[in-house]
């Protein structure tokens, strides 16, 4: 019997995540696709077959169970998708946008090519005005390496188990239509400076004037009309943002002929010395301890797609009543509407980038225990070629560029644990560059070459005791704990898979909290400025969650998880 979620078991075949995908640019034109589809795999890049259509529901991607589908995509052969679809067009320009396709596509409009996409994370779209009928016919051509290819793939492995998980190929997130006028607004960029109490718009379009009108939700704050394509709005007394009270306030910008709404958070995000000269992470100059959860973003029966928008929100609020403020989210982006989620409900995030390259345990794992631990040109880290550098830069840039606005994210980190590591301090002045607004976690466990913000530890066997940065950065312990229990029908693992294993669930909450007491609590005091538990959930063979698989079950003590992150903050102000 399969293990579902209970939004999976409710799952609407014909109408799937109906949301607007995309809260910080807002219309009032949204048609959604997702839905039944048809598909068929071929050998290569044979053309498909007229009588092997088969039944797929989009978004989810094949192999997962929502999809209808246990076929995989492999590599050397094509995944073929088509929809019918009847539409009015009521505007002058109508886009067709996919928030996520892995890895590589190609997409048809009525037998017309309308464009191409690579990389598996990000959204696009493609202007399908002249294309588009009142009956058409979409068709979408994917091609997917997973882990032998050059692209990011993250966790996703053809040969999956233990830490490696079943690829993901195709579309796995929203497919939409909007018409748009002539006048739009094609982009938006955002950034608060809370020094200076003023929030910055840069716009793209082709529009002659826009109007920039601000609310709090109790009234308006700021109206202004700008001819410019960047403009500063002033913010009297602003309301600031933080976990415990994530304030939004609402943006509407007019042009000729368009309307969108968006919105900001003000927010400063800095390291600074506490009394005791301990550098500390300062949400709006006030320290803060950082308790988080490392947050891979698979689920039971979506696969990489969360089965309904009701499921991250579920999730999202069980994490905050446990008293976690923030998220890592692990080498892997999520849809729009899960930022959107965590900047309303007030969880911070560190965005990881997508891991790519070639994996090899040795290197990456056994060699820096013995100081073999630099990521010069001279190191091949799984990313030794020009051209895979090239398109690693071009997906870094593109999830910088589609999270900017975000309130949420508070840091970025390019590499983890080595993995397709390369130049990480040219990376990360790199990212400095487009971002001065956040921190960075230039290289996230044993590959830290002294840049970025934060020295980022990585520690689930050793006893630890903190230590102050040789290179006078905070220090995070970004990943420890890891601890396993299974709830026998409620994940998928067949035998318990950890960095430490419980066969009772009293005994695995009583050690977590001791592990809090012993590697969190005391290191604060010797400066320790966060921490990030593994994991949120389950997931295939891990079953190291604080959530079940299908997320059912919590295995921990809710109450008793906010009480020890309450002493956490409290600990750092004593």
């Known amino acids: 019997m399969a293990i579902l979620s209970k939004w999976g078991e409710q799952l609407n075949e014909k109408k799937p995540l109906q949301e ?46 929502l999809s209808g589908t246990d076929e995989i995509l492999l590599p050397g052969k094509t995944l073929w998708y088509r929809k019918q679809f009847a539409y009015q067009p009521v505007s002058k320009q109508t886009w067709l946008r996919f928030e996520a396709v892995d890895q590589c596509c190609t997409v048809y409009m009525n037998g017309i090519e309308v464009g191409s996409h690579e990389g598996g994370y990000c959204p696009f779209g493609f202007d399908v005005s002249g294309m588009i009928k009142y009956q058409n016919s979409l068709m979408v051509k994917v091609t997917d390496d997973s882990d032998q290819g050059r692209f990011a793939y993250g966790k996703q492995k053809i040969e999956h188990s233990g830490m490696w998980y079943t690829p993901c190929s195709g579309i796995w997130q929203t497919v939409w239509l909007e018409d748009m006028s002539e006048h739009a607004v094609h982009d938006l960029k955002i ?3 809370c020094e200076k109490n003023t929030v910055y718009f840069d716009l793209a379009g082709d529009f002659s004037q826009a109007a920039i009108t601000i609310s709090d939700g109790k009234g308006i704050v700021h ?9 500063a709005a002033p913010i009297e007394h602003p309301h600031y943002w933080t976990p415990d009270d994530p304030f939004l306030y609402d943006v509407y910008i007019q042009t000729e002929d368009d309307i969108v709404k968006s919105y900001f958070g003000m927010r400063r995000f800095s390291i600074a010395n506490d009394a005791s000269g301990l550098k500390r992470f300062c949400l709006n100059d006030e320290p803060l ?11 039971v029966d979506g696969g990489m797609t969360f089965p309904d928008d009701d499921a991250m929100v579920y999730e999202l609020r069980k994490i905050r ?40 345990f040795k290197t990456m794992t056994l060699w820096p225990t013995l100081g073999f631990n630099k990521d010069d040109t001279k190191a091949d880290l799984g990313r030794s070629e020009a051209v895979e550098k090239q398109i690693y830069y071009a997906e870094l840039d593109a999830m910088l560029d589609e999270l900017y606005n975000a309130p949420c994210i508070f840091a970025w980190c390019p590499f983890n644990e080595g993995w397709g590591q390369f130049a990480s301090a040219r990376v990360t002045e790199h990212i400095r560059r487009y971002d001065s607004t956040r921190l960075i976690d230039s290289a996230s466990g044993w590959f830290d070459q002294g840049a970025g913000d934060f020295r980022s530890i990585h520690d689930y066997f050793f006893p630890y005791r903190t230590k102050p940065d040789k290179k006078g950065r905070a220090v995070l312990l970004s990943e420890f704990g890891g601890y396993s229990y299974i709830e026998w029908g409620h994940c998928e693992a067949g035998e318990l898979y950890g960095y430490k294993k419980f066969t009772d669930k009293l005994e ?42 299908d997320r059912k079950i919590i295995k921990i003590d809710i109450k008793r998880m906010r009480r020890i992150n309450d002493r956490c903050r409290r600990k750092l102000k004593q």
């Open 20 to 65: 607007y995908p995309r809260m910080q640019l807002q219309r009032d034109s949204y048609t959604n696709l997702n839905g039944v589809w048809e598909y068929q795999i071929t050998d290569g890049d044979a053309s498909p077959v007229s009588s092997l259509w088969k039944k797929i529901i989009v978004p989810f991607s094949p192999g997962s169970k």
């Open 191 to 193: 950034t608060p400076d």
């Open 508 to 549: 695995m909450d009583n050690a977590i909290a001791a592990l809090y007491e012993k590697i969190v609590l005391r290191n604060i005091p010797l400066g320790l400025a966060g921490c990030i538990y593994t994991q949120v959930s389950d997931i295939e063979d891990e079953c190291n969650g604080l959530f079940t698989a």
């Open 321 to 360: 009543e446990m008293g976690f403020n923030m998220l890592r989210k692990h080498v892997k982006v999520e849809c729009r509407r899960w930022y959107y989620h965590c900047d309303r409900l007030g969880i911070l995030v560190m965005q990881d980038m997508p891991s790519g390259g070639r994996y090899d």
């Open 223 to 231: 109206r202004g009309l700008t001819i410019d394509r960047h403009y």
């Open 289 to 299: 301890f950082l308790s988080g959860l490392l947050d891979q973003g698979y689920t």
